[in-house]
């Protein structure tokens, strides 16, 4: 079941990033991915950036003197706070509207067309907001991107998971909040740029434009990517199915027997799976049994409760809103824009990190951690906005923002990647789109009611807004800690195990399966010969 799972010892990062990265590793661990496997994640990954772009970009806008002048939000506070909390609310409910559409079309359309077509909106959305001319386009054409990233962001971890071994899910699902933070920081480097612009209109219209570039090269590199090998046996297409994941398993001509073994077990267990998983859906009534059947029920509440959680910490708020923080603390103009872009930077980093120690640390201790460091950190900044708000002490102003890194790095470290992972995975097959939407309304209804209030709370009670999420994630590390189910190691079908669902069949029993059939055609074979 992979290095980490085979060796009980102490491990540290540069181990994970030696076994990891290794060439060893690469070419010959069976378990592990191919040339082709890598491709598949890099490209999706533009999906990821789609995401994280089009999400950030809006808060670095609302920082560009240009936009401020051009929708008059400079001299009336109480209308620009209600803009920005409309602006971000739409986004969100655009969100919530895109995980249903791809809850449907992911079952039944493919993985691939429901992928290029979020793409397709993507582009239009961005389009219509670089030349937005009044408020009034600028809401729809942020509503519209928010339909597109919602089918993005629930579509990719999918994706990405069913084409991933077990060993490395974490590692390859993980690039999926790594890259959605990459597009954070990259959005900031360009809102940094841009501000220094002596053309009011181009400081902000083209970063809106840029979010464009990310789903067009994402639908331009679509025809590379293979659809889903678990849905194409959920169509009963099992050869075309076998053949994309003896590609994953296996580079280019060289055929290694241990890899080749490994994928027909892999392949076997998923056949198995789905076909009992098939039955028991008919036999049970049919989508009913998301929220009848007790084990379906954990699922989805746990997906759409690690959702919220996330965003319960307070991290959207604080990103979204991090130009009224940093003024708060005294800060200003383009040192604002350079500390935001240094913020997701730092993001970045953690997220890539959060990738690489998933598989061995474990999804649900690595929630915890972060949990934990959110809550203490972000008590720590509101410790020092309560004490030093307002005045001119460069120290109590510096920890603030010290403090304010320190958040993000435990939010970005053991959250942020963690969470798309956990919640790609802990559904079986025939209902991961619904589960993963599901659990991606979580987060969209819960940024829908933290960002709409966000503005006026922080601009009536300031920091006291802050509390309710430290509270909040206090309780949310209790309930994760108490019910929350461990998944690194196992492939996505024996995963069904720790829900009390039965596994069809268990990797030792699949490669016996396996090696039997091989054995009877051999026989087969020599009999015909003789």
């Known amino acids: 079941m992979g290095f980490f799972l085979e060796h009980k010892k102490r491990v540290t990062v540069s181990e994970c990033l030696h076994h990891y990265f290794s060439p060893a590793t690469f070419t010959m661990h069976g378990g592990h991915y191919s040339a082709f496997n890598i491709r598949i994640i890099l490209v999706l990954t533009l999906g ?22 051009y929708f008059d939000l400079f001299d009336n506070v109480s209308y620009a706070n209600k803009i920005e909390g409309s602006i971000s609310g739409l986004f969100s409910a655009g969100g919530i509207l895109g995980a249903l ?10 993985r691939k067309i429901t992928m290029n077509t979020a793409a397709l909106i993507c582009i239009i959305g961005g389009a219509l907001q670089a030349g937005s001319i009044d408020v009034a386009m600028l809401l729809v054409a942020r509503f519209i991107t928010g339909w597109g990233i919602g089918m993005m962001v629930v579509l990719i971890p999918i994706f990405q998971a069913e084409i991933s071994p077990p060993s490395s899910r974490g590692l390859l699902v993980g690039q999926h909040g790594a890259w959605i933070v990459l597009g954070y920081a990259i959005a900031s480097w360009v ?14 219209r083209f970063p809106l434009a840029l979010q464009c570039i990310f789903p067009l090269g994402l639908f331009c590199c679509s025809p590379w990517v293979p659809e889903s090998p678990r849905w194409l046996l959920m169509q009963g297409r099992h050869a075309e199915s076998w053949n994309i994941i003896s590609r994953l398993h296996v580079d280019g001509n060289i055929v290694d027997a241990n890899k080749l073994s490994y994928a027909q077990k892999e392949f076997h267990q998923m056949v198995k799976q789905v076909e009992m998983d098939s039955h028991a859906w008919i036999a049970g009534g049919g989508a009913r049994q998301m929220y009848s059947k007790p084990s379906y029920r954990k699922r989805m509440m746990i997906g759409f409760f690690t959702q919220y959680a996330a965003q319960a910490t307070g991290a959207m708020v604080v990103s979204n809103y991090m130009v009224n923080l940093y003024n708060d603390l005294g800060f200003n103009g383009g040192l604002v824009l350079i500390l935001g872009a240094l913020y997701v930077t730092v993001a970045t980093i ?3 990190l959060a990738s690489i120690v998933m598989d061995y640390v474990g999804r649900v201790r690595l929630l915890i951690i972060g949990m934990i460091g959110c809550m203490v950190t972000l008590s720590l900044e509101c410790a020092m906005e309560a004490e030093y708000m307002g005045t001119n002490n460069r120290t109590g102003n510096s920890l603030g923002v010290f403090f304010i890194f320190c958040f993000i790095f435990f939010y970005a470290g053991g959250i942020d990647a963690t969470s798309y992972v956990y919640c790609s995975e802990i559904f079986p097959t025939h209902i991961r789109s619904q589960g993963m939407a599901f659990s991606m309304i979580g987060t969209f209804l ?6 709409e209030a966000g503005p006026t709370a922080l601009s009536i009670i300031r920091w006291y807004y802050y509390v309710m999420f430290i509270c909040l994630t206090a309780v949310h590390v209790t309930i994760l800690w108490r019910y ?9 079908e024996e995963i069904n195990m720790r829900f009390g669902d039965e596994v069809a069949v268990h990797f030792s029993e699949a490669g016996d399966d396996v090696e039997s059939r091989n054995n009877e055609s051999n026989t087969t074979e020599e009999k015909e010969d003789i």
């Open 101 to 110: 559409t791809v809850g449907y079309m992911c079952d039944k359309h493919g």
């Open 191 to 204: 809102g940094v740029g841009t501000f220094y612009s002596s053309n009011l209109s181009f400081q902000w």
């Open 48 to 69: 990821s950036l789609t995401y994280g772009y089009a999400f950030s970009v809006i808060s670095n806008t609302f920082g560009q003197p240009g936009f401020l002048e």
């Open 446 to 451: 819960s940024t829908v009611v933290f960002l």
């Open 484 to 492: 929350f189910p461990e998944t690194k190691g196992l492939s996505l």
């Open 350 to 352: 953690a997220n890539f």
